[in-house]
Nanobody, 125 residues
Framework: QVHLVESGGGLVQAGGSLRLSCEAS????????MGWFRQAPGKEREFVAG????????YYTDAVKGRFTISRDNPKNTVYLQMNSLKPEDTAVYYC??????????????????WGQGTQVTVSS
């Protein structure tokens, strides 16, 4: 059974940084693309960043380009999201998931119809 456990969220002032982690278990994800998503209250879940299995293809939504960095450690089955220069509009619950495929235009297709509990990120102004 696949499990995705997100961690690293918290309360931070605008301009601050956080590093999110997503630890996957139940199978090896070293050959699978991974992505980070976020959902703010009253809004739909948004595809924030994606990374191919080899890290050769990376996607960021325009709102986070230049501020967020996605990376992965395949032997540890872990994906990271380094978030710098945080803004109040980054406040959301952040989730990771495995991707069947994704494109640099923001297209994505989930590998699993499963979501972890997410990690709350709150940015105060």
């Amino acid at each position: 059974q696949v499990h995705l456990v997100e961690s690293g969220g918290g309360l931070v002032q605008a301009g601050g940084s956080l590093r999110l982690s997503c630890e996957a278990s139940g199978r090896s994800f070293s050959s699978v693309a991974m992505g980070w998503f976020r959902q703010a209250p009253g809004k739909e879940r948004e595809f924030v960043a994606g990374i191919s299995w080899s890290a050769s293809i990376i996607y960021y939504t325009d709102a986070v380009k230049g501020r967020f960095t996605i990376s992965r450690d395949n032997p540890k089955n872990t994906v990271y999201l380094q978030m710098n220069s945080l803004k109040p509009e980054d406040t959301a619950v952040y989730y990771c998931n495995a991707l069947e495929r994704f494109g640099t235009n923001g297209f994505y297709e989930l590998l699993y119809d499963y979501w972890g509990q997410g990690t709350q990120v709150t940015v105060s102004s």
